[in-house]
Every structure is written in C-alpha cells, then in structure tokens.
C-alpha cells in the first residue's frame, strides 16, 4: 500500500495558476507503477485528467486540460507534481493523486490508492 499526501490547493483567479503535489510517504517502486490525478467537482463523478508511469515517465492528458497542465515527477523525493496554468472556474473541483500496479487508465476504480484530496476554486 502506498500512502499518498496532495498539497498545494488554494484559490485563485482565472487564467492564474497553481501547483498541487502528491508526495509517496512510504515511497513509491519503478516497475508497472502507475500514478494518476483525478478531479471531482461538486455533484459530478470523479474524472482523471493525467497519468504517468513512474518508471518510464509516459504521460496522458485528459482533453480538458491537455496544454494547460503538466504533470512531473521528482523521484529522489518521491514525489508528483501537477502544474496548473491557464486556470478556468471549471477546473474547480477536489484534486486527488492515485496509484496503482493495476491498469493505467482514467478508470478511477482501477487505482488502488488514493490521497486525502486537496480543493482548487477557480473564480472568475
């Protein structure tokens, strides 16, 4: 089991940014390790939005915000990075990071561990 830590939500104008973190407390192995952020907004299912294998650094953006937000990965810290630019209200939800050794999709039941969340509110 890996324990997840997101950080790094706030509020912000549109067009503004942020960047959330997801730091593997209990660190993360390199082999078939899949690592995702999702988002929920208030009565909508949870939708990914990137994923990345850890150890060959493939990555996959969500239409929604492909060219806008860009997912990194400091190993050393053991550590996912989300950089969020160009900011819409739509964006405002509750962010997650997950992991998983299962399928590497936008299927959030495919992942097998998840953080506790941090909100992003975008106003206009």
């Known amino acids: 089991q890996v324990q997840l830590v997101e950080s790094g939500g706030g509020s912000v104008q549109a067009v503004g940014s942020l960047r959330l973190s997801c730091a593997a407390a209990?660190?993360?192995?390199?082999?078939?390790?899949?690592m995702g952020w999702f988002r929920q907004a208030p009565g909508k299912e949870r939708e990914g939005i990137v994923r990345i294998y850890i150890d060959v650094g493939s990555t996959y953006y969500a239409d929604s915000v492909k060219g806008r937000f860009t997912i990194s990965q400091d190993n050393a810290k053991n550590t996912l990075y989300l950089q969020m630019n160009s900011l819409r209200p739509e964006d405002t939800a509750m962010y997650y990071c997950a992991s998983t050794y299962h399928y590497c999709t936008f299927t959030p039941s495919f992942f097998t561990d998840w953080g506790q969340g941090t909100q992003v509110i975008v106003s206009s």
């Open positions: 209990s660190g993360y192995p390199y082999s078939n390790f899949c």
